[in-house]
């Protein structure tokens, strides 16, 4: 009675296990297949890639021929090349890594390059340098003979290692043979092998990998735990080439330079006159000499007699050369290194003879096209002004885009006094009436110029005019001094205002049909911008021109130069 219940409750335990198997057995599939689709995720995770990079790639290599170039530690984007066994960086490469001397005579085609005493010059037979198309290159082993610096060449793809830098370094060896990746991480691509007891730079250390650069010029990243025998390492400089430091002839006080503009030999005799008034001016500029003709000859109004009189003041002269000469194509005269190098001695000769203490360029409306060759100007007569113990000053706008050519880098390198024009922030042709030179003008013209020039080099120029503006149908005005400019004021009925922004006098008037406007330059205006130039611990201020000012003005500048 009780085995047949009990042998039913068997076959049915038998049927349902007979049920579950299949589920059973497929989730046990399930859970083999998760398990060894995590140790499989797991051990890929851990796998080094053995993948390698592409070197063209990696060096940005987009076309054959093309030598990638580290400089001091690192890639730059600029590529070399080889021609002849001769390796060869571009010229623009060299200007703004290594030296900045250089300048490319398209005419004569030869390079040039200006040291604190001299020009020397390379043809292109010499193999120094190459050109293709509006690309110059510079051999690396002439380069080696003007500045201090290493060429390393390595193979696979051709690299060049460049260095002028030295330093400490911290070197280490590796236990075991190892690969350097782009990147940090077991899958990155190998760029390179390093073998047992091999050495590395570390340029970079992380908690598990570091940035290595190899002794074969590759910069990727190995494991720390591959490190042995850290160390820090002097770098021995090199030191073949003597290189001549460019010393500044400069004052050992404020200069304070007034121009006297002079229009001819018979104007000379007002001397007597612009200086009358002026207190603590000690660089008088007259304008005696300018550019004739394509082939760098000169014309000079200047007079020995001026001279002697100036210095029986205690002034200094520096005689101003310009480029007024409309019908001479300044570009023409400084990009032929043969008209160049005579208008250089013309002027240099002038001087001399004259006796004068310093030489003051004033090269306007130059175009971009001459900028370089206005720079090798700049280089080449100063090497002539050091010889001679002239002071060399050059006169410049206030930096904008459209005067950035003037490179005023190279000026504040080269020449003694870099000169920022304050003023004509609206001149003749303006399309809108404004300030000769208002407050954030000078400021502009002060802070861009520091970021090229240092402070003791610079000087800024103040106006000693204003212009009435008279808005009729058509904007028109006229430059005045000082004097001339309060008397049409005071005839016009105008009463003046301080405005902040332009830190200047303003007033305004219409009469009829003409509407007259004056932003006044004065002894109060001009004292707001020596106050600038005080903070900024400029080297002095320069005035254009003797004969416009009012007395008063003197007063504040020389309490300028006596700060």
Known sequence: MNKEPRNTRRRQKRRILRRLLPAAVAISLIFIIAFFWLLTGLFNKLRYSSARADLDKYFKIEQEGQIPIMLNDEYTESMGIMKDDRYYVTMDFATENLCDGFYYDEYDDQILYTTASDTLVSKKESGDFYTEGETVYLATDYLQKLVNMSVMVHEGPIRLEIKNTWGEIEQAGI????????????????????????????????????????????????????????????????????????????????????????????????????????????????????????MGSVSCIGDTGYVAKAHERGYEVWALVDNFDKEVDTHEVLAHTSSRRILEQNIVDECLRLGVDGINIDFESLDSKTGKAFAQFIREISVMCRQQNLVLSVDNYVPRGHTIFYDRKTQGKYADYVIIMGYDEHYASSEEAGSVASFNFVQEGIEKTLMDVDAAQVINAVPFYTRIWDQEKDLTSMAVGMAAARDFANNHGIKFAWDETCAQDYGEVTEGSSKFMIWMEDAKSIEVKLSLMETNSLAGVACWKLGMETPDVWDVIDAYLKQ
């Open 175 to 294: 236990k075991k043979g190892t690969s350097v990746r782009v990147l940090g991480g077991p899958k990155s691509e190998i760029l390179t092998d390093l073998p047992k007891d091999g050495t590395v730079t570390i340029m970079e250390k992380m908690d598990n990998w570091c940035k290595v650069k190899t002794p074969d010029g590759f910069i990727g990243y190995i494991e720390n735990k591959h490190l042995k025998d850290e160390k820090k390492v002097t770098e021995t400089p090199v030191t073949d080439v003597q290189e001549e430091e460019i010393i500044h002839n400069l004052r050992d006080h404020k200069i304070c330079l007034g121009w006297h503009q002079v229009t001819s030999s018979e104007a000379n005799a007002t001397f007597d006159e612009v200086v009358s008034n002026t207190k603590g001016m000690n660089v008088i500029s007259p304008t005696w000499m300018r550019i004739t003709d394509t």
